[in-house]
Protein backbone atom coordinates (compact mmCIF):
# COMPACT_ATOMS: atom_id res chain seq x y z
CA UNK A 1 0.00 0.00 0.00
CA UNK A 2 1.48 3.33 -0.87
CA UNK A 3 1.91 5.32 2.48
CA UNK A 4 2.43 9.63 3.32
CA UNK A 5 5.08 9.65 5.16
CA UNK A 6 6.32 12.74 7.27
CA UNK A 7 10.02 13.16 5.62
CA UNK A 8 13.02 13.88 7.76
CA UNK A 9 15.86 15.45 6.38
CA UNK A 10 19.52 16.12 7.42
CA UNK A 11 23.01 16.16 5.62
CA UNK A 12 23.43 12.89 7.67
CA UNK A 13 23.15 11.55 11.22
CA UNK A 14 22.37 14.40 13.46
CA UNK A 15 18.51 14.74 12.34
CA UNK A 16 17.96 11.33 13.82
CA UNK A 17 18.01 13.23 17.51
CA UNK A 18 14.98 15.39 16.02
CA UNK A 19 13.62 12.20 14.56
CA UNK A 20 13.83 10.21 17.90
CA UNK A 21 11.75 12.87 19.86
CA UNK A 22 9.65 13.05 17.15
CA UNK A 23 8.99 9.22 17.00
CA UNK A 24 8.41 9.19 20.60
CA UNK A 25 5.87 11.72 20.66
CA UNK A 26 3.98 10.79 17.32
CA UNK A 27 4.67 7.05 16.55
CA UNK A 28 1.23 6.69 14.82
CA UNK A 29 2.57 8.24 11.59
CA UNK A 30 4.86 6.51 8.90
CA UNK A 31 8.19 8.21 8.63
CA UNK A 32 11.07 8.57 5.95
CA UNK A 33 14.35 9.64 7.26
CA UNK A 34 17.01 10.95 4.32
CA UNK A 35 20.43 11.18 4.91
CA UNK A 36 22.93 12.53 2.62
CA UNK A 37 25.55 11.21 4.03
CA UNK A 38 27.99 11.03 1.13
CA UNK A 39 28.10 14.99 0.74
CA UNK A 40 28.03 15.90 4.69
CA UNK A 41 29.09 17.49 6.55
CA UNK A 42 27.38 20.67 5.24
CA UNK A 43 28.63 22.63 7.76
CA UNK A 44 31.13 24.63 5.66
CA UNK A 45 29.78 24.89 2.50
CA UNK A 46 28.12 27.96 0.52
CA UNK A 47 24.67 28.89 0.60
CA UNK A 48 24.70 27.91 -3.19
CA UNK A 49 25.69 24.37 -2.44
CA UNK A 50 24.01 23.91 0.71
CA UNK A 51 20.35 25.32 -1.09
CA UNK A 52 20.85 22.89 -3.94
CA UNK A 53 21.48 19.85 -2.48
CA UNK A 54 18.59 20.44 0.39
CA UNK A 55 16.20 21.47 -2.71
CA UNK A 56 17.56 17.79 -4.35
CA UNK A 57 16.70 16.19 -1.15
CA UNK A 58 13.30 17.96 -0.58
CA UNK A 59 12.17 16.75 -4.28
CA UNK A 60 13.17 13.08 -3.28
CA UNK A 61 10.83 12.91 -0.49
CA UNK A 62 8.20 14.48 -2.15
CA UNK A 63 9.01 11.84 -4.93
CA UNK A 64 8.87 9.03 -2.34
CA UNK A 65 5.56 10.18 -0.87
CA UNK A 66 6.16 12.72 1.54
CA UNK A 67 3.76 15.29 1.83
CA UNK A 68 5.31 17.30 4.61
CA UNK A 69 9.41 17.54 4.91
CA UNK A 70 11.21 18.59 8.37
CA UNK A 71 14.42 20.07 7.67
CA UNK A 72 16.03 18.09 10.38
CA UNK A 73 19.20 20.34 9.85
CA UNK A 74 20.01 23.62 10.85
CA UNK A 75 22.39 24.76 8.08
CA UNK A 76 19.79 23.33 5.80
CA UNK A 77 17.38 24.96 7.57
CA UNK A 78 19.38 28.21 7.82
CA UNK A 79 20.47 28.25 4.10
CA UNK A 80 17.83 26.48 1.69
CA UNK A 81 14.33 26.42 3.62
CA UNK A 82 13.25 30.18 2.64
CA UNK A 83 13.93 29.58 -1.06
CA UNK A 84 12.82 26.70 -0.88
CA UNK A 85 9.01 27.33 0.39
CA UNK A 86 9.19 30.77 -1.56
CA UNK A 87 10.11 29.13 -4.68
CA UNK A 88 10.35 25.44 -5.40
CA UNK A 89 6.92 24.01 -4.22
CA UNK A 90 5.40 25.33 -7.34
CA UNK A 91 2.31 23.40 -8.52
CA UNK A 92 2.85 21.43 -5.22
CA UNK A 93 2.41 24.65 -3.08
CA UNK A 94 -1.09 23.66 -1.47
CA UNK A 95 -0.76 20.15 -0.34
CA UNK A 96 3.12 19.89 0.79
CA UNK A 97 5.34 21.47 3.37
CA UNK A 98 8.71 22.29 4.26
CA UNK A 99 9.34 23.29 7.91
CA UNK A 100 12.54 23.79 9.31
CA UNK A 101 14.25 23.69 13.06
CA UNK A 102 15.51 27.28 14.03
CA UNK A 103 12.22 29.38 14.16
CA UNK A 104 10.59 26.61 16.27
CA UNK A 105 13.72 26.75 18.79
CA UNK A 106 13.60 30.53 19.02
CA UNK A 107 9.91 30.36 19.46
CA UNK A 108 10.29 28.27 22.22
CA UNK A 109 13.47 30.13 24.08
CA UNK A 110 12.27 32.80 25.14
CA UNK A 111 10.28 31.41 28.19
CA UNK A 112 13.49 29.58 29.03
CA UNK A 113 16.04 32.22 30.07
CA UNK A 114 15.28 34.51 32.50
CA UNK A 115 18.77 36.51 32.39
CA UNK A 116 17.67 37.14 28.37
CA UNK A 117 21.23 36.25 28.06
CA UNK A 118 21.51 33.55 25.43
CA UNK A 119 24.44 31.37 23.95
CA UNK A 120 24.25 29.88 20.34
CA UNK A 121 26.69 26.90 19.32
CA UNK A 122 26.09 25.74 15.94
CA UNK A 123 27.76 25.08 12.67
CA UNK A 124 29.82 27.90 11.22
CA UNK A 125 27.53 27.74 8.11
CA UNK A 126 24.22 28.46 10.38
CA UNK A 127 26.29 31.24 12.38
CA UNK A 128 27.40 32.81 9.35
CA UNK A 129 24.06 32.68 7.82
CA UNK A 130 22.75 35.11 11.12
CA UNK A 131 19.28 32.89 11.04
CA UNK A 132 18.86 32.99 14.49
CA UNK A 133 19.56 36.38 14.79
CA UNK A 134 16.99 36.97 12.36
CA UNK A 135 14.28 35.15 13.85
CA UNK A 136 15.17 36.40 17.44
CA UNK A 137 15.13 40.05 15.93
CA UNK A 138 10.96 38.85 14.92
CA UNK A 139 10.28 37.03 17.54
CA UNK A 140 11.78 38.16 21.15
CA UNK A 141 14.11 41.48 20.24
CA UNK A 142 14.78 41.94 23.86
CA UNK A 143 17.26 38.54 24.33
CA UNK A 144 20.87 38.92 23.69
CA UNK A 145 22.38 36.61 21.70
CA UNK A 146 25.66 35.27 21.35
CA UNK A 147 26.59 32.89 18.23
CA UNK A 148 29.56 30.77 17.86
CA UNK A 149 30.89 28.07 15.41
CA UNK A 150 32.57 24.78 16.99
CA UNK A 151 33.59 23.34 13.69
CA UNK A 152 35.13 20.52 15.28
CA UNK A 153 31.81 18.80 17.12
CA UNK A 154 30.00 17.47 14.06
CA UNK A 155 33.42 15.76 13.09
CA UNK A 156 33.69 14.16 17.10
CA UNK A 157 30.27 12.94 16.45
CA UNK A 158 30.47 11.65 12.77
CA UNK A 159 33.63 10.02 13.72
CA UNK A 160 32.12 8.01 16.73
CA UNK A 161 34.55 10.36 18.92
CA UNK A 162 31.76 12.20 21.05
CA UNK A 163 32.34 9.76 24.13
CA UNK A 164 36.33 9.90 23.53
CA UNK A 165 38.74 11.79 26.34
CA UNK A 166 40.10 13.70 23.24
CA UNK A 167 36.54 15.14 23.16
CA UNK A 168 36.77 17.06 26.16
CA UNK A 169 38.74 19.50 24.87
CA UNK A 170 37.41 20.62 22.20
CA UNK A 171 33.77 20.90 24.05
CA UNK A 172 35.69 22.79 27.21
CA UNK A 173 37.00 25.08 24.67
CA UNK A 174 33.78 26.41 22.69
CA UNK A 175 32.21 26.67 26.54
CA UNK A 176 35.04 29.06 28.14
CA UNK A 177 34.99 30.99 24.97
CA UNK A 178 31.03 31.72 24.85
CA UNK A 179 31.16 31.87 28.53
CA UNK A 180 34.00 34.58 28.23
CA UNK A 181 31.85 36.42 25.53
CA UNK A 182 29.05 36.68 27.81
CA UNK A 183 29.16 35.91 31.43
CA UNK A 184 25.34 36.83 31.63
CA UNK A 185 24.27 33.80 29.40
CA UNK A 186 21.94 31.23 31.49
CA UNK A 187 20.91 29.42 28.70
CA UNK A 188 22.71 27.32 25.99
CA UNK A 189 21.27 26.35 22.80
CA UNK A 190 22.57 23.17 21.12
CA UNK A 191 21.48 24.80 17.74
CA UNK A 192 22.81 21.91 15.54
CA UNK A 193 20.95 18.50 15.45
CA UNK A 194 24.32 16.68 16.02
CA UNK A 195 25.04 18.32 19.29
CA UNK A 196 22.91 16.73 21.59
CA UNK A 197 25.43 13.66 21.50
CA UNK A 198 28.22 15.83 23.07
CA UNK A 199 25.49 16.87 25.79
CA UNK A 200 27.08 14.79 28.81
CA UNK A 201 30.38 16.77 27.66
CA UNK A 202 28.68 19.84 27.12
CA UNK A 203 27.12 19.66 30.99
CA UNK A 204 29.85 18.71 32.68
CA UNK A 205 32.09 21.57 31.00
CA UNK A 206 28.97 24.40 32.04
CA UNK A 207 28.43 25.88 35.06
CA UNK A 208 25.50 24.03 37.15
CA UNK A 209 22.97 27.18 36.91
CA UNK A 210 22.77 26.91 32.84
CA UNK A 211 20.13 25.61 31.03
CA UNK A 212 21.33 23.32 27.79
CA UNK A 213 18.59 23.31 25.63
CA UNK A 214 18.55 20.73 22.89
CA UNK A 215 16.24 20.90 19.40
CA UNK A 216 14.62 17.41 19.59
CA UNK A 217 11.60 17.80 22.04
CA UNK A 218 10.87 21.54 21.33
CA UNK A 219 10.98 20.44 17.14
CA UNK A 220 8.63 17.24 17.92
CA UNK A 221 6.21 19.69 19.98
CA UNK A 222 5.93 22.23 17.11
CA UNK A 223 5.44 19.53 14.97
CA UNK A 224 2.63 18.07 16.88
CA UNK A 225 0.97 21.26 17.27
CA UNK A 226 1.69 22.09 13.60
CA UNK A 227 -0.06 19.61 12.32
CA UNK A 228 -3.34 20.29 14.48
CA UNK A 229 -3.57 23.39 13.05
CA UNK A 230 -3.38 21.86 9.41
CA UNK A 231 -5.90 18.68 9.28
CA UNK A 232 -5.49 18.27 6.02
CA UNK A 233 -2.07 17.73 6.23
CA UNK A 234 -2.00 15.87 9.36
CA UNK A 235 -5.22 13.44 7.55
CA UNK A 236 -2.84 12.74 4.84
CA UNK A 237 -0.15 11.41 6.98
CA UNK A 238 -0.58 7.75 6.85
CA UNK A 239 -0.33 6.12 10.36
CA UNK A 240 1.68 2.79 9.98
CA UNK A 241 4.19 3.56 12.98
CA UNK A 242 6.54 2.82 10.44
CA UNK A 243 10.28 3.98 9.57
CA UNK A 244 12.31 3.88 6.31
CA UNK A 245 15.85 5.55 6.17
CA UNK A 246 17.26 6.60 2.60
CA UNK A 247 21.49 7.54 2.37
CA UNK A 248 23.79 8.63 -0.03
CA UNK A 249 26.18 6.42 1.54
CA UNK A 250 26.35 2.34 2.09
CA UNK A 251 23.51 1.68 3.87
CA UNK A 252 25.27 -0.66 6.37
CA UNK A 253 27.63 2.49 7.37
CA UNK A 254 24.54 3.83 7.95
CA UNK A 255 22.64 1.15 9.92
CA UNK A 256 25.47 0.59 12.08
CA UNK A 257 26.38 4.54 13.12
CA UNK A 258 22.08 5.28 13.42
CA UNK A 259 21.92 2.31 15.57
CA UNK A 260 24.35 5.13 17.87
CA UNK A 261 22.27 7.96 17.55
CA UNK A 262 18.63 5.80 17.93
CA UNK A 263 20.14 3.38 20.70
CA UNK A 264 17.86 0.76 18.17
CA UNK A 265 18.65 -1.27 15.67
CA UNK A 266 17.86 0.50 12.15
CA UNK A 267 17.10 -2.34 9.45
CA UNK A 268 15.32 -0.59 6.13
CA UNK A 269 18.06 1.01 4.86
CA UNK A 270 18.40 1.81 1.13
CA UNK A 271 20.73 3.56 -0.40
CA UNK A 272 20.08 6.14 -3.38
CA UNK A 273 21.78 9.06 -5.43
CA UNK A 274 20.66 12.84 -4.88
CA UNK A 275 20.55 14.94 -8.27
CA UNK A 276 23.31 14.73 -10.29
CA UNK A 277 25.64 14.00 -7.19
CA UNK A 278 28.81 15.38 -7.24
CA UNK A 279 32.38 13.58 -5.98
CA UNK A 280 32.81 14.73 -2.24
CA UNK A 281 35.12 18.15 -1.80
N1 LIG B 1 23.04 18.48 11.22
C1 LIG B 1 23.68 19.71 10.85
C2 LIG B 1 23.05 20.90 11.58
O1 LIG B 1 22.12 20.76 12.36
C3 LIG B 1 25.15 19.69 11.09
C4 LIG B 1 25.92 18.72 10.26
C5 LIG B 1 26.52 19.31 9.03
O2 LIG B 1 27.35 20.24 9.13
O3 LIG B 1 26.18 18.80 7.97
O4 LIG B 1 23.50 22.01 11.37
Known sequence: ??????????????????????????PQYDYLYLGDNARAPYGPRSFEVVYEYTRQAVETLFRQGCRLVILACNTAS?????????????MRVATHRVLGVIRPTVEAIGSLTESGHIG???TPGTVKSGSYHLELQKLAPHLQLTSLACPMWVPLVEYGEAESDGANFFVEKRVNEMLHADPKIDTFILGCTHYPLLLPKIRKATPGHIRIVAQGDIV????????????????????????????????????????????????DVEKITLGTMTAHQ
Open 220 to 267: AYSLQNYLHRHGDLEAACTKGGNCRYLTTENAETFASTARIFLNQEVT
Open 78 to 90: AKALRTIQQNDLG
Open 1 to 26: MKTTPIGIFDSGYGGLTILSAIRRLM
Open 120 to 122: LFA
